[in-house]
């Protein structure tokens, strides 16, 4: 019952004067609704991975496979979250909530419906019709969270996600996301180079390790939930 798997994986970035290994024989399989952590150093790979994966970028070789299909354009099925919220500041909370919707061109009526119930459940009822720079860093991701459900993807895909907010900020935001999790069920894959978040929120930890020569060896843990 695989959401994701991922099959020998190569990427190769073409640089000045050369080139950079940033994926060598990557090997994942992510089960649906399952809510894993990418953890892993700087420059290991992880930003590549979730690109690859988004299909933002492409593989220099193997593939990637959502649901048995092979993935070579960017999905509706996915949403994608970011260190930074970059909510447009010109539109208010629900308008970049909608964005998405828009794009994908969803019934709209209804999307607000959706949007509106997603506000509230990250504590920003009310603040709908405000402009973003008027709310907090913490309010603005929340509002990213929203923005990345809105379409109702079935995989969450977060980048660093809470790595600009202070501390107190982080430990709110990641039990609302597990709380999302459960009311929502979705696959997550959650990119994080701190590890008592990784442990706390995720149920498997794929650890990557960079090697000389750049391979990358990825370790799971394994967790057990409280
Ligand atoms: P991480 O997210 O773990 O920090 P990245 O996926 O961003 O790792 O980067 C992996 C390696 O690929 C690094 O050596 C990085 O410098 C290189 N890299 C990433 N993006 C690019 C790019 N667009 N062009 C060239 N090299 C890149
Ligand atoms: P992250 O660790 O989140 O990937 P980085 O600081 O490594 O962030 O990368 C920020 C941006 O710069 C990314 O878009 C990445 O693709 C690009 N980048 C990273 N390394 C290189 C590189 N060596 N050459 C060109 N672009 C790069």
Redesign the pocket.
């Known amino acids: 019952n695989s959401k994701v798997r991922i099959e020998d994986l190569h990427?190769t970035?073409?640089?000045k004067g050369g080139r950079?290994?940033?994926?060598q024989d990557v090997n994942l399989t992510i089960g649906k609704d399952e809510f894993i952590a990418l953890l892993?150093?700087?420059?290991?790979?992880?930003?590549?991975?979730?690109?690859i994966i988004s299909a933002l970028?492409k593989p220099s070789s193997g593939k990637v496979l959502i649901s048995d299909e092979q993935i070579l354009a960017p999905s509706r099925d996915i949403g994608i979250v970011f260190q930074q919220a970059v909510l447009l500041p010109w539109r208010n909370i629900l308008d970049n909530v909608l964005l998405p919707a828009e794009i994908l061109r969803l019934d709209m009526k209804k999307a607000r419906e959706r949007a509106y119930q997603l506000l509230k459940m990250v504590g920003l009822e009310g603040f709908e019709k405000r402009s973003p720079n008027e709310l907090s860093g913490g309010m603005q991701q929340r509002a990213a969270i929203c923005r990345a459900l809105v379409h109702n993807p079935s995989m969450l895909l977060m980048?660093?996600p809470f790595a600009a907010l202070d501390a107190m900020t982080r430990e709110e935001l990641g039990f609302e996301l597990l709380r999302i999790w459960d009311i929502e069920k979705k696959t997550i894959i959650f990119?994080t180079?701190n590890i008592p978040e990784a442990i706390l929120l995720a149920d498997r930890v794929v650890a990557?390790s960079p090697r000389p020569g750049?391979i990358s060896e990825i370790i799971e843990i394994d967790l057990p939930r409280p």
Request: with cysteine; glycine share 12%; net charge positive.
């Open positions: 990427k970035y073409l640089v950079t290994v940033a994926l892993g150093p700087s420059g290991c790979g992880k930003s590549t991975l979730l690109r970028i980048d660093e990119v180079h990557m750049r």
